[in-house]
């Protein structure tokens, strides 16, 4: 997740690498960026729907937790 000062650690190593692929390394990591904020955006409105059906915060939370896929 990239915060408001920039992309996060695994964002900017990734970039670094791709950035070294010559004639088109800077134009990947761009793409590769794009493609991370848009996952990034979807999986918080899937969070937000599924909090939004659930009605309980507690409940949601404890779920997110009980699941071993959901739980990071």
Sequence with gaps: MAD???????QAVVRAVLS??????GA???????????DERR??????EARDVVMDDERF???LQ????LGD
């Design 43 to 48: 999986v918080q409105q899937i969070g937000g």
């Design 28 to 38: 990947l990591a761009e793409l590769y960026l794009r493609a991370w904020d848009m």
């Design 61 to 63: 939370i404890e779920r």
């Design 66 to 69: 009980e699941s071993e896929r």
């Design 4 to 10: 408001e000062g920039g992309p996060s650690i695994p």
């Design 20 to 25: 070294l692929v010559p004639g088109v390394g």
